[in-house]
């Protein structure tokens, strides 16, 4: 930290000291409500106006959330105990200086009028992973397949995004996992907590490659039961910087967050940090009862200025930590375009800062807005090494998903550092490719090293993945050597095994892993596609969809976007939200766009 940032601003202590009695205990009740400018007065937020409900609309052409209407009048009930804020005794010297630079609120609350309006930036400034689609492997050479899991979705919606726009979709930002892992598809579920995952696989005949077929392998997670939940200990980290003006921005991002605070309860504690040419304290640590606070906290928030980035991340986790509960959920949630320009900017410096907090114990997920200047790399990187989900938000739509509908998916995690290990019988199996996860792929003996960091995944949530593999005696991809010892290695498996699946996990802040395994053999193939369960025939859809827009070179030209649509279409089943149906008409649209 530069001497200029320690000396800048007024410490998050003096700020948490000044402010007045009983902002950070507990509300004697309840408190909820539309953040008017009288109300958020009375509560400190003196430059807050009403909340508009004007702006952004939802894509499926329903307005955007109104403002809240305030709770009938009804008794309240008797206060929760809630302990305060635990206030550290000492603090380290790098603790002190992200601290020394928090200015007060009335710093980060601007007034929009007296802040120009930037120019959109150009779309060619996305920034996105650069990664090559998995190649085919020879059984006899590397029989052993081995990937981190990935639970993330931002990839799903920023695709849609594009083509909802009417624009190409460029071929880096698709990466089918997570187009994938987008759905729930309905896995069974585990009998208990005692072993969080149970899997299922099907073996079907490839629709896109003739005599080739598909793994189909699927994670359920177990759920755990709103009632026995843990705490949350949150710090919203809103990027506030000039980037973030446009309605698909920060306007979207509050709504998001208010979706968030809704589900909160008396137990949640909830800080707010802002960032954009400085970073500071918005709203000091909160219970889930003032909920009307943290929507007016929010509604102050303005865009303009450079984007500090680095500076943000570090008070946010200053918070965190200074609020830190072994027993809770400790967690800093990331909104932004990820276009860091100030401080610390560079993704892999970024990355140890995040893989170093990750390690205290408090996690970070990011939510990524906007377009024209959407920095994916930053995204990814960030949620990969701070064991949280990165995702993209389009519409209130996609926040109400990722925030209400799957909150305790994203939030509550069941297992840290989930790997995938799978060992394909040479005897059966000639050749495989593992569909997506190109970022996520681990060495073969990173499977048992429980330093080596892999996924989390939370209450509820699933994880898929697709194999496509050539039997034994199908016409292989390359031709077999001249010179070269071509017999397979002695099967030890039992006769008629294609593979055998391995899970390793920790638990949520457990430092050693455990292991769960299964065969996968003739019991789990169908002699046709049409025959396979629902859940492996839209897993394969959703797969052939981001294949083709990714262009990959192993899909059949005679498998074209009308068999992908009629595929999606085969498999909608009970749809209670629509996404399905949504799915197969971005097919549609899918079959007018160019790719670049």
């Given at each position: 930290m530069s001497k200029t940032a320690r000396l800048a601003g007024v410490s998050l202590l003096s700020f948490l000291t000044a402010l007045p009695a009983g902002a950070i205990t507990p509300a004697p009740q309840a408190q909820d409500g539309s953040p008017t400018a009288a109300a958020c007065a009375a509560l400190g937020y003196p430059s807050v106006g009403e909340v508009q409900t004007s702006g952004l609309q939802r894509r499926s052409g329903v307005q955007a959330r109104p403002a809240i209407a305030p709770p009938p009048s009804v008794t309240p009930p008797p206060p929760l105990p809630i302990p305060p804020v635990k206030e550290r005794a000492q603090r380290s010297a790098a603790d002190t200086a992200v601290l020394a630079y928090a200015p007060p609120p009335p710093a980060m609350v601007r007034s929009p009028s007296s802040l120009p309006m930037p120019a959109p930036a150009p779309r060619d400034t996305e920034r996105y992973p650069s990664a090559v689609a998995n190649p085919i492997k020879r059984t006899a050479d590397e029989p052993v397949s081995?990937?981190?899991?990935?639970?993330?979705?931002?990839?799903?919606?920023?695709?849609r995004r594009f083509l909802d726009d009417g624009l190409p979709v460029p071929r880096e930002a698709v990466r089918v996992e997570e187009m994938i892992n987008y759905f729930d598809y309905g896995y069974a579920r585990p009998a208990s907590a005692e072993t969080p995952f149970r899997a299922s696989v099907a073996v079907v005949p490839s629709p896109w490659s003739a005599q080739r077929k598909l793994v189909h392998i699927g994670l359920q997670g177990y759920e755990r039961p709103r009632a026995n939940q843990p705490p949350l200990n949150l710090v919203f980290l809103v990027d506030t910087s000039g980037s973030m003006w446009s309605q698909d921005r920060l306007p979207l991002a509050k709504k998001a967050l208010n979706v968030l605070v809704d589900q909160l309860r008396p137990q949640d504690r909830v800080a707010i940090v802002a960032y954009a040419g400085s970073a500071g304290a918005v709203l000091a640590p909160t219970d889930g009862r003032s909920k009307l606070k943290m929507r007016c906290a929010l509604e102050a928030l303005r865009s303009g200025g450079s984007t500090a980035g680095g500076q943000g991340l570090e008070l946010a986790y200053a918070l965190a930590r200074q609020n830190f509960d072994k027993a809770a959920v400790n967690r800093v949630i990331l909104m932004t375009d990820g276009d860091f320009n100030v401080g610390v900017a560079d993704p892999s410096r970024l990355k140890d800062v995040v893989?170093?907090?990750?390690?205290?114990?408090?996690?970070?997920?990011?939510?990524?807005?906007?377009?024209?200047?959407?920095?994916?790399?930053?995204?990814?990187?960030?949620?990969?090494?701070g064991n949280g989900t990165a995702a993209y938000v389009d519409s209130l739509r996609e926040a109400r998903k990722?925030?209400?509908d799957d909150f305790a998916s994203n939030l509550f995690p069941i297992a840290d550092d989930v790997k995938i290990q799978v060992e394909f019988n040479p005897r059966e199996v000639s050749e495989y490719r593992l569909i997506g996860y190109e970022t996520r792929l681990l060495n073969r003996e990173d499977f048992n090293n429980d330093q080596v960091d892999a996924g989390e995944v939370g209450s509820g949530a699933s994880v898929t993945a697709l194999y496509e593999i050539t039997p034994a005696g199908a016409a292989p991809s390359s031709d077999p050597l001249r010179y070269?010892?071509?017999k397979p290695a002695p099967a030890t498996g039992k006769a008629g095994e294609l593979a055998y699946l391995k899970v390793r996990y920790k638990p949520p802040g457990g430092s050693a892993s455990k292991l769960i395994e299964r065969p996968i053999g003739p019991a789990d193939a169908y002699a046709r596609l049409g025959a396979a369960p629902e859940a492996t025939r839209l897993a394969v859809a959703v797969a052939a969809y981001g294949?083709?827009?990714?262009?990959?070179?192993?899909?059949?030209?005679?498998?074209?976007?009308?068999?992908?649509?009629?595929?999606?279409?085969?498999?909608?089943?009970?749809?209670?939200?629509?996404?399905?149906?949504?799915?197969?008409?971005?097919?549609?649209?899918a079959a007018g766009a160019k790719g670049d």
């Amino acid at each position: 930290m530069s001497k200029t940032a320690r000396l800048a601003g007024v410490s998050l202590l003096s700020f948490l000291t000044a402010l007045p009695a009983g902002a950070i205990t507990p509300a004697p009740q309840a408190q909820d409500g539309s953040p008017t400018a009288a109300a958020c007065a009375a509560l400190g937020y003196p430059s807050v106006g009403e909340v508009q409900t004007s702006g952004l609309q939802r894509r499926s052409g329903v307005q955007a959330r109104p403002a809240i209407a305030p709770p009938p009048s009804v008794t309240p009930p008797p206060p929760l105990p809630i302990p305060p804020v635990k206030e550290r005794a000492q603090r380290s010297a790098a603790d002190t200086a992200v601290l020394a630079y928090a200015p007060p609120p009335p710093a980060m609350v601007r007034s929009p009028s007296s802040l120009p309006m930037p120019a959109p930036a150009p779309r060619d400034t996305e920034r996105y992973p650069s990664a090559v689609a998995n190649p085919i492997k020879r059984t006899a050479d590397e029989p052993v397949s081995t990937f981190s899991i990935d639970v993330d979705t931002a990839a799903y919606a920023n695709v849609r995004r594009f083509l909802d726009d009417g624009l190409p979709v460029p071929r880096e930002a698709v990466r089918v996992e997570e187009m994938i892992n987008y759905f729930d598809y309905g896995y069974a579920r585990p009998a208990s907590a005692e072993t969080p995952f149970r899997a299922s696989v099907a073996v079907v005949p490839s629709p896109w490659s003739a005599q080739r077929k598909l793994v189909h392998i699927g994670l359920q997670g177990y759920e755990r039961p709103r009632a026995n939940q843990p705490p949350l200990n949150l710090v919203f980290l809103v990027d506030t910087s000039g980037s973030m003006w446009s309605q698909d921005r920060l306007p979207l991002a509050k709504k998001a967050l208010n979706v968030l605070v809704d589900q909160l309860r008396p137990q949640d504690r909830v800080a707010i940090v802002a960032y954009a040419g400085s970073a500071g304290a918005v709203l000091a640590p909160t219970d889930g009862r003032s909920k009307l606070k943290m929507r007016c906290a929010l509604e102050a928030l303005r865009s303009g200025g450079s984007t500090a980035g680095g500076q943000g991340l570090e008070l946010a986790y200053a918070l965190a930590r200074q609020n830190f509960d072994k027993a809770a959920v400790n967690r800093v949630i990331l909104m932004t375009d990820g276009d860091f320009n100030v401080g610390v900017a560079d993704p892999s410096r970024l990355k140890d800062v995040v893989a170093d907090q990750r390690k205290s114990g408090v996690y970070l997920s990011v939510y990524g807005f906007g377009r024209g200047n959407y920095n994916d790399l930053m995204m990814q990187t960030l949620a990969q090494n701070g064991n949280g989900t990165a995702a993209y938000v389009d519409s209130l739509r996609e926040a109400r998903k990722l925030l209400r509908d799957d909150f305790a998916s994203n939030l509550f995690p069941i297992a840290d550092d989930v790997k995938i290990q799978v060992e394909f019988n040479p005897r059966e199996v000639s050749e495989y490719r593992l569909i997506g996860y190109e970022t996520r792929l681990l060495n073969r003996e990173d499977f048992n090293n429980d330093q080596v960091d892999a996924g989390e995944v939370g209450s509820g949530a699933s994880v898929t993945a697709l194999y496509e593999i050539t039997p034994a005696g199908a016409a292989p991809s390359s031709d077999p050597l001249r010179y070269g010892d071509e017999k397979p290695a002695p099967a030890t498996g039992k006769a008629g095994e294609l593979a055998y699946l391995k899970v390793r996990y920790k638990p949520p802040g457990g430092s050693a892993s455990k292991l769960i395994e299964r065969p996968i053999g003739p019991a789990d193939a169908y002699a046709r596609l049409g025959a396979a369960p629902e859940a492996t025939r839209l897993a394969v859809a959703v797969a052939a969809y981001g294949q083709k827009l990714r262009g990959d070179p192993w899909l059949d030209p005679s498998f074209d976007w009308p068999a992908v649509t009629a595929l999606a279409q085969g498999a909608r089943g009970e749809d209670p939200y629509g996404l399905r149906a949504e799915f197969v008409q971005l097919t549609r649209a899918a079959a007018g766009a160019k790719g670049d």
